[in-house]
């Protein structure tokens, strides 16, 4: 019963558990659903998001079960992220410093209510109540404190500002959201199937950017069905030379699009300086080195190799550089105290190569242009018709839960559509 109640309350965009109970007095169908049961605004939401395996089952069952019916084929999928905001405030975000005195402030609080005997015009149940919202705070906080470890370790830059968390939501992010602002928000990734435009996959991420999330979607998809799909379909923020190869080694024929992040293969340098001078530079094949347009030579010094790619930094020597006549045309911003100018010379995996001269043809443009009708249209009914803009629960695992609610809702009503038959009618 509990589930037909959440699966009618997302296809009515009805997220908040008090409105749905409010309801139940008076909608026909919820009132049908329940057999006129009252069920309270806590029951609610417990069940929603305190069975995220069970859920997960379920939708997979589903899944299986679209399969069997050819509704869902797996052979083409197109992948793409939506962002959807938390229900977190922007001003909840704090320092690592903030949040200690923070919660130093309510363990005194704890201890302070623990000790004290209760009030005349206080029960018993009250004080238990402010001990234990006392107690769920000061997890929080701690919560707040350890993503914030989490930050500062997975943080390349050390130079980079102090990661921040929320003292509500800690798995929160700041992102883009599709309004072209910034807020507290999760990435929700949904796996569309080309069939039918089913949602094969959805999972939610704390990580703003897409572009790891391609790979792990197709992963699930192997691990659920024993098989990859044959076709893989997403944008720019999913395309870059470490997805491109890894859907190479799973057999994956994949369709993508560069962008300024990820440029394509091909021209020399890196474009460090906004200029075309990097181009200037000439190969010495018998010494192995780069020769500036002047005639000096840079000495190799450093070889890197991200996935996908292999980068040769080169670099010249600081006197070199100080003494150029054409050094303000060349390196402008470089200060040239311990080294002089530097270029890299990338040379790219044969799969990457590949990769750009297939998305070159006109075929392959066409398959492309196919990945937004596929994913951009569930992205959008969920936030338009289920109108999930903001998650109404805190938390990534709570969360999960409530986009796996939406993909589910979403799914069934695309199955009655595609099977009418299916609809019970007695």
Not at 210 to 223: I, N, P
Not at 238 to 266: C, F, L
Not at 332 to 355: C, M, N, T, W
Request: aromatic share 8%.
């Amino acid at each position: 019963m509990l589930i037909s109640v959440w699966l009618y309350a997302c296809t009515k965009g009805l997220h908040s558990a008090r409105e749905i109970e409010r309801q139940m007095d008076y909608e026909p169908a919820l009132r049908w659903l329940t057999g006129l049961r009252p069920i309270n605004h806590h029951t609610l939401p417990d069940f929603r998001a305190g069975h995220g395996q069970p859920l997960r089952e379920l939708f997979e069952d589903l899944l299986a079960m679209l399969l069997k019916m050819d509704l869902v084929k797996l052979e083409r999928v197109a992948a793409g992220g939506t962002k959807i905001r938390a229900d977190v405030n922007k001003k909840s975000f704090r320092q690592k410093d903030k949040i200690e005195e923070y919660l130093q402030f309510v363990r005194e609080h704890l201890d302070e209510l623990e000790r004290q005997e209760t009030e005349e015009q206080v029960t018993q149940k009250q004080q238990k109540a402010r001990q234990r919202a006392a107690r769920q705070k000061e997890d929080k906080l701690q919560e707040a404190l350890q993503e914030i470890e989490r930050l500062r370790a997975a943080r390349k830059d050390n130079k980079s500002k102090d990661p921040q968390a929320s003292t509500t939501g800690p798995e929160a992010r700041f992102m883009w959201t599709s309004d072209s602002g910034v807020a507290p928000a999760y990435n929700v990734q949904i796996t569309a199937d080309a069939a039918q435009g089913l949602i094969a996959d959805v999972e939610v991420v704390n990580d703003p950017q897409d572009s790891e999330q391609l790979v792990a979607a197709t992963d699930r998809l192997q691990q659920r069905h024993r098989k990859y799909p044959s076709e893989a379909l997403a944008d720019g923020g999913d395309t870059n030379h470490a997805s491109v190869v890894e859907m190479d080694e799973r057999g994956i024929d994949y369709y993508g699009s560069w962008t300024g992040r990820n440029p394509k293969p091909g021209g020399r340098g890196t474009r460090r300086h906004e200029d075309d001078w990097a181009d200037k530079f000439v190969w010495d094949e018998a010494a192995k080195m780069l020769v500036c347009p002047q005639g000096k030579r840079l000495e190799h010094k450093q070889t890197q190799r991200p996935k996908g790619r292999t980068v040769s930094v080169y670099r010249a020597r600081a006197a070199d550089c100080r003494e150029c006549p054409v050094k303000q045309l060349c390196c402008p911003d470089l200060k040239l105290k311990s080294h002089g100018r530097s270029v890299s010379i990338q040379d790219y995996d044969e799969a990457v190569r590949l990769f750009d001269a297939k998305m070159g043809t006109r075929e392959a443009q066409a398959i492309y242009k196919k990945r937004a009708p596929l994913v951009e249209f569930p992205n959008a009914w969920i936030k338009t018709k289920f109108k999930l803009r903001r998650f109404s629960t805190r938390g990534l695992a709570k969360v999960k839960c409530e986009a796996c609610w939406a993909a589910l809702a979403f799914n069934l009503q695309r199955m009655f559509q595609l099977a009418p038959e299916l609809i019970p009618t007695g």
